[in-house]
């Protein structure tokens, strides 16, 4: 382990740049763990509520970078051109930190990211943008703006240098001006660390006011409208279809956001309304650790769902456009798109996108989940595989690789 550098003259500055609750949370943790590393540290920049109570001086609230969606990006990019200005001249001149470290919003924060380390300072990355998946022109930008990237999943520094490599065989004279050092290092999640199976699904059940016996399915149709409006449906019919085949079956949805209620109501309402149906406001994680099964679009949440234990099968719809773009045209690169099934040593859960995810199909996957302990049971030890690779305590583990980045630039 790493403990505090006696060849440090003063305590280090870092400069942090988050956007997002999520990259609040990332942005408390890693201050914590600076500061194990670096008692007398100053942090500032943009930040959250976690990561002031963590002791960052905010100079730009965390919410000016909370934008997502193509409609609400458009009108704001004015504003976050001008921010990006501002933060490169006050880091630049005024702030002047031995390391500035971005944390996720890589559309915003590699742009930042770039500059600064063009005016001299080094730069540190947390959370590797899905380059693996697709765009991955974008990892040129990305050695370009920082010096050490974490990155939470261990198949990314490997893919790093495999790319990296294969681009330096395709350099034409413009690029061969020499660049500085770049390194790639998993740390691990921070969920692995927050997330376990403890909690059975009839403790979560009598905490949600459910009854305790008899098996449930969650549902989790996804956080965004436009996912509500592709998936409601075959979800729900799929519920249907399910409550035929297995005596007593019952649902639990959670719902991200109020506006998004009424429109999965009304698809049960119009497509199964003598279900038995638990709506909740949130709670994603408390309804998947009060069900047997789990139903959910792919995302963030097949990955919650495997560190807490559950069973899942994935489907995902969105427009045809998007998916010719993804599935025909190539730009997705990965033969899978959910996170258990890229992180297993072999496929783990049932995916079924786009014209697959029918209600058929979806219940036919469920169903032998539903029905047969040993084949959910199949499944979970491959998740205990990937819960145990991923429990790195990444909090310090990043400090650690920004304690070497921080060492080798003062020449300890």
Known sequence: MIG?????????????????????????????????????????????????EAGCEAIASIEILSVMGLAEVLPALPRLF???????????NQGRPDLVIGIDAP??????????????????????????AWRRGRVRGIVRAVDLLLCLFPFEPP??????????????????????????????????????????????????????????????????????DYLSE????????????????RFVTPIAKPALRERFARAIARHAPQLDWTLLDGQSRDAMRAADVV?????????????????????YKGSPVTAWLMLKAG?????????????SAKPAVTELLQSAATPERIGEALLPLLRDHACRQRQLDQFDAVRA????????????????????????
Not at 82 to 92: N, P, T
Not at 299 to 313: I, K, N, S
């Open 159 to 228: 893919f790093y240098a495999q790319e990296i490599e294969r681009q330096a065989l395709q350099k034409t004279e413009a690029d061969a001006a020499p660049r500085r050092a770049f390194q790639a290092r998993y740390i691990g999640h921070p969920l692995a660390n927050e997330l376990d199976a403890s909690v059975t699904s009839a403790q979560a059940r009598i905490a949600l006011a459910m009854r305790a016996e008899g098996p449930v399915l969650a549902v989790l149709p996804g956080s965004r409208g436009s996912e509500i």
């Open 389 to 412: 690779e991923l429990r790195r305590d990444a909090g310090a583990a990043a400090a650690e690789a920004i304690t070497d980045l921080l060492r080798n630039r003062r020449g300890a």
């Open 331 to 343: 730009l997705l690169k990965t033969q899978y798109v959910s996170l258990p099934n890229l992180l």
């Open 234 to 249: 075959p979800f729900v019919k799929a519920a249907a279809w399910l409550r035929v085949r297995v005596p007593g079956l």
């Open 107 to 132: 559309d915003f924060n590699l742009g930042l990211e770039r500059r600064l380390r063009e005016r001299g300072l080094r730069t540190v990355h947390l959370v590797s943008p899905t380059v693996w």
């Open 295 to 315: 139903l959910v679009a792919s995302g963030t949440a097949t990955l919650e769902c495997l560190l807490l234990g559950r069973a899942m099968v994935v489907a």
């Open 4 to 52: 505090p550098s006696s060849s440090v003259l003063r305590p280090p500055v870092f400069a942090l740049i988050a956007g997002e609750l999520s990259g609040d949370l990332l942005g408390a943790a890693l201050i914590r763990s600076l500061r194990k590393l670096h008692p007398g540290a100053r942090f500032y920049g943009v930040a959250g509520p976690r990561m002031i």
């Open 82 to 92: 001008q921010l990006r200005a501002e933060l490169v001249r006050h880091i630049a």
